[in-house]
């Protein structure tokens, strides 16, 4: 596999959520021309029929992707997208958060972003925000996704570029075992430790 991997988070409730995310992640995949990959949890046939299962496939997806990418946008963030980002910084995932929504939903003057700031200052972490409401009638809807998506390339690759938090792997495989004690599930038998310790060396090649 020569291209790496990106969960992209986000809410998949209704039509304009779930064709939103269509559109950036495939306007995302063809900025990245095969360096990275999205990969959109309403793909997983799971998600369809609402089960408990959900959970553990959207996790498992996560836990293998070498990046994450979360839609933070609405009044109040998605629970579920916040949730996964806790999970990815955990796990020291390299993560974009990208905001559409024009409103200003920050609850601290000294805090930068337009959310709780308990989601902000996070390590190997960048903030994309673009008004797509102020964008809206310059340009039509693919040509914004393709500008969202070449700002949202240009972070991953700032963050990804950063130092693990880890020192090392033996550092990480530990830490990675435990946010699976942490998460429960069926997450222990999805992730044995040889799969553990091939993603790690993955992300700590010089190990």
């Known amino acids: 596999m020569d291209h790496k991997t990106i969960y992209w988070g986000g809410g998949l409730f209704d039509f304009k959520e779930l064709v939103g995310n269509k559109l950036l992640a495939d306007a995302f995949n063809s900025a990245a021309q095969g360096r990275w990959k999205a990969l959109l949890p309403q793909e997983n046939p799971s998600n369809s029929d609402r089960g408990t299962s959900i959970r553990d496939d959207d996790f ?45 939903s920050n609850d ?31 340009m039509d809807f693919t ?14 690759d700032r963050c990804a570029a950063l130092p693990p938090i880890h020192g090392d792997g033996e550092t990480a495989f530990v830490a990675f075992k435990n946010v699976i004690l942490s998460t429960g ?21 010089e190990c």
């Not at 925000?129 to 310059?138: R, V």
């Open 108 to 138: 601290a003057s000294t805090c930068p972003d337009p959310w709780n700031l308990i989601c902000s200052g996070y390590p190997r972490t960048e903030v994309v925000l673009f008004n797509a409401m102020a964008k809206s009638g310059n």
């Open 60 to 104: 498992e997806a996560l836990f293998s992707a070498d990046a994450f990418v979360a839609n933070f946008d609405g009044a109040d963030l998605d629970s579920g997208t916040v949730a996964e980002f806790c999970i990815a910084k955990m796990l020291d995932i390299p993560a974009v958060l990208l905001r559409t929504d024009f409103r200003n």
């Open 185 to 205: 599930g069926t997450m222990a038998k999805r992730f044995p430790d040889e799969r553990i310790r091939a993603i790690v060396a993955r992300r700590y090649p």
């Open 143 to 156: 040509t914004m996704a393709g500008k969202i998506a070449g700002e949202v390339l240009l972070a991953l």
